[in-house]
């Protein structure tokens, strides 16, 4: 695991697009996987700024989401895919016929895993996965306690993870209470991965999913047995971080 440490938000974002930019010229027809949440946008706009400086070219990269609210369609502004195509896909020449998350209208959870897995794997995997990082540890919407070997699986959120959206909606009632999102075991399944963390209030989990021992109750810890994780990080993220100094 290697840890890169920025000096603020900016510079995360940078050097998180950096990365990202670089699996694209190496490989134009790449598998990207995406997430959402406050944390990766500023790396959105950098990669968009490429792009529009002709740095960048989308028009054979694949994307697969990390997750979408179980109930919300595409149109829905608080949908994963509408949060996706405002922040990147309507402003790149990205092909949005290969821009794949799972189907939140479906009622069905075990067709819409189904669906989405059978989606991964048709792909031939993910070639890098950006993660964010959840106060409890989670990735994707992998609670604490999920079972590392999942696939795509429908999720019901924790109270606090509940609590930690309600910002983007109406009222905490307006919140999906499920999601599908991207299993641990497909997640791990990426040949690189890059996880984007900020903010003094990330300095506990930060610690204790990357220099903790590896349990379930800690779902990014698994991330340790990868072999090829970078973590972004600013210096408030990693504020206590002591292995580091």
Not at 18 to 42: D, E, F, R
Not at 85 to 109: A, C, Q, W, Y
Not at 154 to 167: G, H, W
């Amino acid at each position: 695991m290697k840890i890169l440490k920025a000096k603020d938000y900016s510079d995360l974002s940078r050097k998180a697009a950096n990365l990202i930019s670089a699996q694209i010229l190496m490989k134009p027809h790449c598998v990207l996987g995406l997430a959402t949440g406050s944390t990766p946008i500023g790396t959105y706009k950098q990669l968009v700024d490429a792009y529009n400086q002709g740095d960048l070219d989308f028009s054979e990269v694949t994307t697969v989401n990390l997750d979408e609210y179980k109930g919300l369609p595409k149109e829905n502004d608080q949908s994963y895919y509408y949060f996706m195509n405002d922040h990147l896909f309507s402003k790149v020449n990205i092909d949005k016929s290969r821009t794949f998350l799972p189907d939140g209208t479906e009622e069905d959870s075990d067709k819409a895993c189904r669906q989405y897995n059978d989606i991964i794997h048709s792909l031939g995997g993910v070639d890098l996965q950006l993660l964010g990082l959840g106060h409890n540890g989670h990735i994707g919407f992998n609670e604490p306690g999920t079972a590392f070997e999942k696939e795509t699986h429908c999720v019901t959120l924790s109270e606090r993870t509940i609590k930690a959206n309600m910002r983007f909606f109406v009222s905490e009632n307006d919140v999906p209470r499920q999601a599908y999102t991207m299993g641990i075991k497909t997640i791990m399944s990426a040949h690189k991965i890059v996880v984007v963390v900020s903010g003094a209030d990330k300095a506990d989990i930060v610690k204790e999913a990357f220099f903790g021992p590896v349990t379930p109750q800690v779902p990014a810890s698994i991330l340790q047995l990868h072999n090829d994780v970078t973590v972004v990080a600013d210096e408030a993220a990693l504020s206590k971080c002591t292995e580091l100094i």
